[in-house]
C-alpha cells in the first residue's frame, strides 16, 4: 500500500512539474515589429556600408523557430507549436487551411533566412560580388514584405467576415 502511494505520488509530482515547466516555455512575440526591426536592421546595416563603415552583418533571424510561441500579426495571434501552426485567435480553421497558410509562412521565413545568410557569406568573403549581395537583400525584404502582406490579408479577412473563406484560401496558391 506505501509503494502504490508512494508511486502515485511520484506520478502526480510529475505529472505538474511537466505541466507548470511547459507553460513557462511559451515565448509572446510581436511579429509586426519584429519583421520591422528585421528590416530596418539590414537597411541600416546596407546604408552603413555604403558609407564605407567595415561592420559585421545582421545574423538572420527566423521568425517562427520555436518549441511554443505566440506570434501577434496584425492583432491575431498565430499560436505555434514545435514549428507548426496550431491556431489563429480561436478561428475555428481546417487542418487544411492551417497547413496551408503554415506552408506560406513557412516558405517566406526560410526564403528571408536563406537569402540574409547567402547575402552576409557573400560579404565575408574575399571577393564580395556586390550585384549578388544587392540580388540576395532584394528577396530578403521581398519575402519580409510578403510575411507581413500575408498575415494584413488574413487579419483584413477576419474582420470582414470573422473567418477566413476556404476557397478564398486555395486561390493564394
Not at 22 to 36: A, C, H, P, R, V
Not at 106 to 124: E, F, P, R, S
Not at 142 to 151: H, K, R, V
Amino acid at each position: 500500500m506505501k509503494t502504490y502511494a508512494l508511486v502515485l505520488t511520484f506520478f502526480i509530482i510529475c505529472f505538474c512539474f511537466k505541466t507548470v515547466s511547459g507553460q513557462n516555455n511559451i515565448k509572446k512575440i510581436e511579429g509586426d515589429s519584429l519583421i520591422e526591426r528585421l528590416s530596418k536592421n539590414r537597411y541600416n546595416f546596407i546604408k552603413s556600408r555604403i558609407r564605407g563603415a567595415k561592420q559585421a552583418p545582421p545574423e538572420p533571424v527566423s521568425i517562427i523557430k520555436g518549441d511554443t510561441l505566440i506570434i501577434t500579426f496584425s492583432g491575431l495571434d498565430y499560436y505555434i507549436t514545435n514549428q507548426k501552426l496550431v491556431s489563429i485567435s480561436g478561428l475555428p480553421l481546417s487542418q487544411t487551411t492551417l497547413a496551408f497558410i503554415q506552408e506560406k509562412i513557412t516558405y517566406l521565413d526560410h526564403t528571408q533566412i536563406m537569402n540574409a545568410t547567402k547575402a552576409n557569406a557573400v560579404i565575408n568573403s574575399t571577393k564580395c560580388n556586390l550585384t549578388e549581395v544587392k540580388t540576395h537583400d532584394r528577396k530578403y525584404f521581398e519575402a519580409l514584405s510578403l510575411l507581413q502582406d500575408l498575415t494584413l490579408k488574413i487579419s483584413d479577412m477576419v474582420k470582414q467576415e470573422n473567418r477566413i473563406p476556404e476557397k478564398i484560401v486555395r486561390n493564394w496558391r
